[in-house]
T-cell receptor
Framework: DTGVSQNPRHKITKRGQNVTFRCDPI?????LYWYRQTLGQGPEFLTY????????KSRLLSDRFSAERPKGSFSTLEIQRTEQGDSAMYLC????????????FGDGTRLSIL | KQEVTQIPAALSVPEGENLVLNCSFT??????LQWFRQDPGKGLTSLLL?????REQTSGRLNASLDKSSGRSTLYIAASQPGDSATYLC??????????FGKGTMLLVSP
């Protein structure tokens, strides 16, 4: 069990650029979640997948955000035309389908928009 | 809409003290509740998960209780150590798989 892995750990980009983050879940987990956390706040849910199906999206996920999990394994989160307000820590978590399974989080990708 | 509140927002204690962190939630129809630890600049480490049918869970010096009917959970840390310094987050699963988090309690344990 290597845990949830997220890359890159840090991303600095100029406003208006596109960025893509990757998440590799724990291998036997078929649920994968994306959250966003700003300073001093708890994480906020963005979207989640069960296998390759995206089952729920938060209203926080504007049209500039897109997430994929093409083969039910790793996932990518892309932000197009980044804005200052997108600066945050983007966290990925995974869990198994069973209801009593805890979510396990990666170390996140910290995005800074210049 | 589920809302989660954590009190206090920050707590500073000397090493060796026992302490209690509080979490309250507005909708008691929850599936489970999870306590996490977050170190600065890091992700979340799961500490304890309590199912809605359970009253408490224990792991080492940590004990978490759940009173679903009153919408409250507490995390008890015994004999605190400087290494316990971190932000502690409470998160509620209301049955839709996603977690609703509080803002956390920032704990500082001084030697």
């Amino acid at each position: 069990d290597t845990g949830v892995s997220q890359n890159p750990r840090h991303k600095i980009t100029k406003r208006g650029q596109n960025v893509t983050f990757r998440c590799d879940p724990i291998s036997e987990h078929n649920r994968l979640y994306w959250y966003r956390q700003t300073l001093g706040q708890g994480p906020e849910f963005l979207t989640y997948f069960q296998n390759e199906a995206q089952l729920e999206k938060s209203r926080l996920l504007s049209d500039r955000f897109s997430a994929e999990r093409p083969k039910g394994s790793f996932s990518t989160l892309e932000i197009q035309r980044t804005e200052q307000g997108d600066s945050a820590m983007y966290l990925c978590a995974s869990s198994s389908v069973t209801g009593d399974s805890p979510q396990h989080f990666g170390d996140g990708t910290r995005l800074s928009i210049l | 809409k589920q809302e989660v509140t954590q009190i206090p927002a920050a707590l500073s204690v000397p090493e060796g003290e026992n302490l209690v962190l509080n979490c309250s939630f507005t909708d008691s129809a929850i599936y489970n509740l999870q306590w996490f630890r977050q170190d600065p600049g890091k992700g979340l480490t799961s500490l304890l998960l309590i199912q809605s049918s359970q009253r408490e869970q224990t792991s080492g010096r940590l004990n978490a209780s759940l009173d679903k009917s009153s919408g409250r959970s507490t995390l008890y840390i015994a004999a605190s150590q400087p290494g316990d310094s971190a932000t502690y987050l409470c998160a509620v699963n209301s049955g839709y798989s996603t977690l609703t988090f509080g803002k956390g309690t920032m704990l500082l344990v001084s030697p």
